[in-house]
């Protein structure tokens, strides 16, 4: 199968893992930040986990350095349309970006102007490619509960006007899910959708947690509901989607090698899952690059990418004009 040619849904990218590094360098010369190497291929190294980390922590430290040049209006609006234009360059029709809004307030910047901010780079994006998308707040773990409902409460005024979810992500404990239940619930009450990052380091009961606690609709990952039961059952019986990242998930050791990932093993039997990169720079791939890597390990069907493709249409946090063009894009292509 011709895979770039084929329409694309993306429902789990990271905003601060998604840079251009020629942009980095732009960002950091302009505004004074200092970086390690301001050569392209020196500064990659920095930037790009390698296959063989040794954790999801380690992954994690990817990120330091482009928060860094993430830190006023223009730079925020700027890196958010590259990266819509990057997925739209490969056939991308639909994706949701994600970004903790807190890490880019080191400068000064407010958490309403950050999140109006990437808006408006998504925007300008929309306006000039045949894309379109959605934003999702991310709290991190790592902060306090008392942050979470900031981000809750900021974000509130931009719900249907570009941002549709909350997301928990970072570092993952077990038993995560209690801490938050608190702003999480605020936020389905004010209208927020909930993807939830868990399951990525070998807990499966945050899975579960996740759903019962939390409301997921979504789950980041999901990986080790393999081991547990469960975690399993419930994701099967009540439709919970997988954002699954195969690339990512060899960097943080989710699972050793591509043919060991369970994305098909769940596909075939009902579990909904998607194919998303999780962080284009950070994992150093792309749509077109993580499908056919699943593709390579598994053989997809056609029918097997039209199904991942419609659980993804179906999973986006957004609204039936949208879903119904996704759906005709396709339809399009094989028609």
Not at 81 to 94: G, I, P, T
Request: glycine fraction near 6%.
């Amino acid at each position: 199968m011709n895979f770039l040619g084929l329409p694309k849904i993306e429902l789990h990218c990271h905003l601060d893992g998604s840079l251009r590094v020629e942009t980095v360098i732009d960002i950091a010369e302009k505004e004074g930040v200092p970086l390690p190497a301001y050569n392209q291929e020196e500064l990659k190294k920095e930037l790009v986990a390698p296959l063989e980390c040794e954790s999801l922590d380690e992954y994690l430290k990817r990120f330091f350095l482009p928060n860094s040049v993430m830190q006023s209006r223009e730079s925020l609006r700027r890196i958010t349309f590259e990266l819509f234009e990057d997925a739209a360059k490969e056939n991308v029709k639909y994706m949701e970006v994600r970004f903790g809004p807190q890490l880019h307030t080191v400068k000064g910047l407010s958490l309403e102007e950050v999140i109006q901010s990437v808006i408006d780079g998504m925007r300008e994006a929309e306006s000039q490619y045949e894309i379109k998308g959605n934003i999702i707040l991310s709290c991190l773990r790592s902060m306090s509960v008392e942050s979470a409902f900031e981000v809750v409460e900021k974000g509130r005024e931009f719900l249907g006007k570009g941002v549709v979810a909350i997301d928990l992500c970072a570092a993952e404990q077990a038993g995560f899910s209690e801490k938050f239940a608190e702003p999480i619930a605020l936020a389905r009450e004010y209208g927020y959708r909930v993807t939830i990052h868990a399951g990525e380091t070998g807990i499966g009961k945050n899975v579960l947690e996740a759903v019962e606690l939390l409301g997921a609709e979504r789950i980041g990952h999901g990986v080790f509901i393999k081991d547990d039961t469960e975690a399993y059952r419930k994701v099967k019986e009540t439709g919970v989607v997988l954002e699954m990242c195969p690339t990512s998930n060899i960097q943080t050791k989710a699972v050793q090698q591509f043919s060991e990932h369970p994305i098909y093993t769940f596909h075939k039997d009902g579990i909904k899952v998607t194919i998303n990169t999780d962080n284009r720079t950070v994992s150093d791939t792309t749509m077109q690059k993580e499908i056919g890597l699943v593709n390579e390990a598994f053989h997809l069907s056609e029918e097997d990418y039209r199904q991942i493709y419609v659980n993804s249409v179906e999973a986006a946090f957004t609204d039936e004009e949208t879903k119904e063009w996704c759906l005709a894009q396709y339809k399009k292509k094989y028609s």
